[in-house]
């Protein structure tokens, strides 16, 4: 009687006691077919340019002669205790700037336009009305004391000089130096001017690599402290003038920080006459500071 060989069908498998070690040899064999790998995603190259080619493009910013813009700014300080952070957030916001020195910053909230904050500055004074503790604090420009009242630090030149980024001054030396921060390449040009009988950091400008724009301002004082950080992103250029829609500044030792994104930025448009006038509302006292401090260093200059 010839014997007949039958192939095993489906349901005869599933019922085989070497079920488990059919799947375990299937699993192993066919490994390679479900592996999977992490895909990194792609480096943008890292780009060089010279110390000559950073400093044209620093000139370039001096093609911003003024500003007329429409933004929403956000600003935080700390309370007199310094233990809470006051946050003003969501208000509409117009900045008038024109070189050298001149700034007026005023503030809207948005459903009821009301004004929030009016500060203006010029070369010599600045005027800073809080709306919202009836407050009209007035002093010089050039005050560097930093007061334990963290509001009365307010100022509208702080503000603005992040904005309108200064060219290479005659007294600053220019270095670059090359840095890494969280990953991410930077040439920094570090200014210093002579002070005595030694140098000292003025600002330092870090340029991202990857894209060669600028990404954060440090600005410090005659002490080597940082007084002022303004980090930028998504650039965009009008009229030849290059600008930043979005700016974060912070005043490490006044204790506020304000945050700006540009919606209209009335590049080199003409401002009228009276945009840097401030005078404070009927019944608001003028608090003046600073001029104590302002006296001593001229005497000391004498």
Known sequence: MALSRSTPTIPSLLKTPWLPFLLAFAVVGSGCLWRTQRIEPPQLAARTATLEELLTQLERFESLKSMRATVDIGLSYLNDDMNRLTNLKD???????ERPAKARIQAQYPVTHQKAFDMVSDADEFSVYLVWNKRFIQGPTSLETHSEKRIENIRPQHIVEPLLIAPPRSDEIAALDNQIRSGTLYHVVVFRKQVGDH???????????????????EIYD???????VATYS??????????P??????????????????????????LPEDAFTLEPPAG?????VGDSEQLDVQASAQ
Do not use: C, M
Not at 91 to 97: E, K, N, S, T
Not at 284 to 288: A, G, K, V, W
């Open 91 to 97: 208000v509409r916001g117009f900045i008038l700037a």
């Open 199 to 217: 140098e000292v950091i003025t600002r330092k400008l870090w340029f991202d690599r990857t894209t060669l724009e600028l990404h954060q301002l």
């Open 222 to 228: 005659g002490q080597g402290n940082i007084v002022t």
């Open 234 to 243: 998504q650039w965009l250029e009008e009229n030849g003038a290059p600008y």
């Open 245 to 270: 829609t979005s700016v974060n500044i912070s005043r490490p030792l006044d204790g506020y920080r304000v945050s700006i994104t540009i919606r209209d930025p009335g590049i080199n448009e003409s």
């Open 284 to 288: 608001i006292e003028i608090e003046r």
